[in-house]
């Protein structure tokens, strides 16, 4: 069965440097999302990337953040000046379209900022 | 009001009960709705949609009250592996998935 991939597990970095996520969707789909869920809280919802653009983003998705579609099949979260409490786990989820009911999520990234 | 708002857990049951979680959402607007699983430090795996008329699947029946913008999900017949956070999700007009804060359910042998 297809997946979602995320690289790496686990990252650790340190306050002020610059990370990037990494999802690799599946290979038919064509809306790609970013969550981020806190040790402990609810996932939260950062943005939404259709047809090489962001359709929809959050107030938690500010100018520190952004997305692209470098290559035609990664999907990536660049988080700039990170701070300590950007530390949570990012999940990538990829539907096959829009209005999908199901979005399928990649096993996410835990971002440690020390 | 929060958004999506759940019981707060968590739930300890004997295995074999039957357990019954409930939310409610606060934005009338919202056109789907959804109950997640997450196990600890995993991903949230789609469990079930839930329709307007109520669905069922095997132990897990979801019901849907748009009049009280209430959901619920029943588990019937509780498993040990059926202990997890359980997380109420309402999309809104914008696609965006709102996310409950999630019960906690521990299944006792």
Known sequence: EPEVTQTPSHQVTQMGQEVILRCVPISNHLYFYWYRQILGQKVEFLVSFYNNEISEKSEIFDDQFSVERPDGSNFTLKIRSTKLEDSAMYFCATTPEGTSYEQYFGPGTRLTVT | ?109
């Not at chain 2, 999506?4 to 709705?33: H, I, K, L, R, W």
């Not at chain 2, 430090?41 to 669905?55: A, C, H, I, Q, T």
């Open chain 2, 1 to 109: 009001r929060k958004e999506v708002e759940q019981d707060p857990g968590p739930f300890n049951v004997p295995e074999g009960a039957t357990v019954a979680f409930n939310c409610t959402y606060s934005n009338s607007a919202s056109q789907s709705f959804f109950w997640y699983r997450q196990d600890c430090r995993k991903e949230p795996k789609l469990l079930m949609s839930v329709y307007s008329s109520g669905n069922e699947d095997g132990r897990f029946t979801a019901q849907l009250n748009r009049a009280s913008q209430y959901i619920s999900l029943l588990i019937r017949d509780s498993k040990l592996s059926d202990s997890a956070t359980y997380l109420c999700v309402v999309r809104n007009s914008n696609y965006q998935l709102i996310w409950g804060a999630g019960t906690k359910l521990i299944i006792k042998p």
